[in-house]
Structures are given as structure tokens and as C-alpha cells.
């Protein structure tokens, strides 16, 4: 309703979190508060250094997660070799691919948030072995479902794309199958992290992230000026 701009979106995806942020805090806060009286107090000195500890290497963990969809669409503008308009449509026909696997990091992030608590439980209560196979258990049922939900969403995605699309984004359904993999793959990634957030070793969750991110801008360097939007897919695989 204000204009035409990628502020507008900013700011309406700014105000719908805040929305949601005010109603779970209207729906939750007083079930918190009342839970919170029965509890004993901890002192701070004890309380805020591991937690502080703890929500920093999670950020940062985020912040390097956030970065995989940040490079690929920059090497494709920067390091293709192709004129602004080029590059830029080819970033539109990759946003086009990703649109259906990104939801299948969705249900990974709700996968992994509903079996911590779960996991939490068993490691606090000095039952590691089952903490393993449950992770383990639940690593390989994510791996399955979404190979048969993969196989499914790329028998339909010619539909989709003709379609809903119009034919407009064929390079996107071109590396589509690639596109997909990395979200599967990414997704057990993000039901893993869980055992590192029971063992509070968040740090050593960065590792993998950061590793993967240098290898991806690398591969990208690479394979964008031969390969274009492939390459830049198969950096991100």
C-alpha cells in the first residue's frame, strides 16, 4: 500500500514478525510467568555467562547459514561474466528453483525444534547412547521422507513451472534436481546441529558451516563464468 521498492517488503516482513512477536507473548507470557514462581532462583553469575556463550556461537552459526543464499546470487552478478540485466535474470530463474525446496528446510527447522526437547531431556538425564540413536533414528527417517517428497515435487514441478509460471523460469526447472539436493542435504545438516546443542558445544557446530561457505565461494569463482547458473547450483551441492 506505500510503494513499489524492496523497502516496502523489509518493512511489512519487519511488521508481521512483530505481529507474531507480540501475539505468542500475549498467548504465552502469563503460562511463562506462572511456571517461572515455582522454579528456584539461579543466581545471574551462573546464569547469563553460558547462556550469553551459548546464543553467540548460535548466531553466528545463523549468520554463516544465512550467507549460503547470499553468495550464490552475488557470484552469479559479479563473477558470470554477463551485463546487469543477464545476470540478474538468472538470479530470478535461481530464486524460481528454490522456492519448493526451500520448504523442505522449513520442516527440518520444525523437525529439529519438536525432538530437542526430547533429546535435551535424555542428555540431562546422563542417557547419551539414547540421545544417538534417537538423533541417528530421526536423521535417517528425514533422509527418506524427503528423498520420496523430492521425488514427487520433481515429477510435478514441469506443471508447476508451465503453469503457475507461465514458462517463464525453464532455466530454473533445468537446475531444479540439483536445487533440491543441497536442501535435502542442508536439512539433515540442521537436524544434526541438535546433538551439538545438547553437548553446549554450539562453537564446534560453526566449523562445518564455515567450511562449506569457503568451499562454496571457491567452487563459485570456478564453475559461474564456465557454467553459469549451474555452476552456481552445483557450488551451493
Avoid at 550467507?67 to 550464490?72: A, C, H, P, S, T
Avoid at 560453526?206 to 568451499?215: C, K, N, S
Amino acid at each position: 500500500f506505500w510503494r513499489f521498492s524492496a523497502a516496502s517488503i523489509v518493512i511489512g516482513y519487519g511488521m508481521a514478525c512483530l505481529v507474531s512477536a507480540i501475539g505468542i507473548l500475549l498467548w504465552k507470557g502469563r503460562a511463562v510467568a506462572e511456571e517461572a514462581v515455582h522454579v528456584d532462583p539461579i543466581a545471574h553469575r551462573e546464569f547469563w555467562p553460558p547462556l550469553v556463550r551459548f546464543a553467540f556461537w548460535v548466531w553466528v552459526i545463523n549468520l554463516f547459514c544465512h550467507l549460503f543464499g547470499i553468495v550464490d546470487r552475488s557470484r552469479l552478478v559479479h563473477c558470470s561474466g554477463l551485463d546487469s540485466t543477464a545476470a540478474l535474470t538468472l538470479v530470478g530463474h535461481y530464486h524460481a528453483s528454490r522456492i519448493i525446496p526451500l520448504l523442505f528446510l522449513s520442516v527440518a527447522d520444525l523437525l529439529a525444534g519438536a525432538v530437542m526437547p526430547y533429546l535435551s531431556h535424555d542428555w540431562e538425564a546422563g542417557a547419551r547412547e539414547r540421545v544417538s540413536d534417537r538423533l541417528n533414528f530421526v536423521l535417517k527417517l528425514t533422509a527418506f521422507v524427503m528423498l520420496a517428497g523430492a521425488v514427487v515435487v520433481l515429477w510435478c514441478s514441469p506443471l508447476l513451472f508451465q503453469v503457475a509460471f507461465q514458462g517463464r523460469y525453464d532455466q530454473g526447472l533445468r537446475v531444479m534436481p540439483w536445487t533440491i539436493t543441497y536442501c535435502i542435504w542442508y536439512s539433515l545438516l540442521l537436524v544434526a546441529q541438535n546433538y551439538v546443542w545438547c553437548a553446549e558445544k554450539a562453537k564446534l557446530g560453526v566449523l562445518p558451516v564455515v567450511a562449506g561457505l569457503m568451499m562454496n565461494i571457491g567452487i563459485n569463482l570456478v564453475l559461474v563464468p564456465a557454467w553459469g547458473l549451474l555452476g552456481a547450483v552445483v557450488s551451493a551441492a
